[in-house]
């Protein structure tokens, strides 16, 4: 299959930032990485190899973007404010510079955010705050609050709240969304939500898919065996879902 190694200095980051794109043609795909994963790990865990068939046939066209989960939700050193801060710098990046990246490779306006574990929070996240932009969003061994206790995982923010918090947690922001646009928006997009049933975060997942169903927002919610949250059970997802 085709692929395609990409760096470049990111104004918004103020840092090199690099990408992996897959294929030639079909959907576009942002695959959003693991807890604080690096964009070659879906490659070397076998995930874009269980994708070969939809990228290989022009269905899919797969770009696996970097983290920086290790400056914002995960960087202990910096106050709580700071890191939310970063991940909005990050969501900047993906819309003002990845996005047109896609653009450029792909003439396909079918454009989609995809992800597992941390990775599937990136990628709900991102589509429920700008749902223009999207048709599809998958959220696979997601959490969808990441300020939520569920030992032996903690809150990412420290008992810190305010705005940029809250409009950065979907199962925050979703319950309380009263916007007809920007539901209609959503209305519009393929949702897909995947956990296993003992998932730590099962739950998250549950409340994200019914409070999505009560504002009439159609989504396919599935579980799976054991906790599913491994590369070996996300290589028989992916064909499935993105």
Not at 100 to 118: C, H, Q, R, W
Not at 149 to 154: A, K, M, V
Not at 206 to 214: A, F, G, N, P, T
Request: charged share 20%; proline share 5%; aromatic share 14%.
């Amino acid at each position: 299959m085709k692929r395609e190694y990409h760096k470049w200095f990111s104004n918004h980051l103020g840092r090199d930032m690099e990408l992996l794109v897959f294929g030639h043609q079909g959907r576009a795909v942002l695959l959003f990485p693991t807890r604080m994963a690096r964009f070659y790990d879906y490659e070397n865990w076998g995930i874009v190899n269980a994708l070969s068939p939809q990228i290989e046939q022009g269905e899919i066209q797969l770009f696996c973007l970097d983290s920086i989960d290790q400056e914002s939700f995960y960087n202990d050193s910096v106050f709580p404010s700071v890191r939310i801060a970063r991940h909005l710098q990050y969501e900047r990046y993906i819309i003002n510079e990845v996005l047109p990246l896609v653009n450029l490779k792909n003439s396909n306006d079918y454009i989609e955010t995809a992800g597992f574990s941390m990775g599937a929070f990136h990628a709900i996240n991102l589509a429920m705050r700008h749902p223009q932009f999207f048709k599809k969003t998958v959220g696979i061994s997601g959490r969808y609050d990441l300020t939520q206790c569920q030992p032996p995982f903690h809150d990412l923010l420290n008992g810190f709240r305010d705005d940029l918090v809250y409009y950065n947690m979907p199962e925050q922001y979703l319950t309380n969304l009263n916007d007809a646009n920007v539901i209609n928006q959503i209305k519009n997009m393929e949702i897909i939500i995947a956990v296993g049933e003992t998932d730590p975060f099962l739950e998250s997942n549950k409340y994200i898919s019914k409070v999505l169903s009560e504002k009439g927002i159609a989504n396919n919610f599935y579980t799976w065996d054991s906790d599913a949250h491994r590369p070996h059970y996300w290589r028989k997802m992916a064909p499935l879902y993105i």
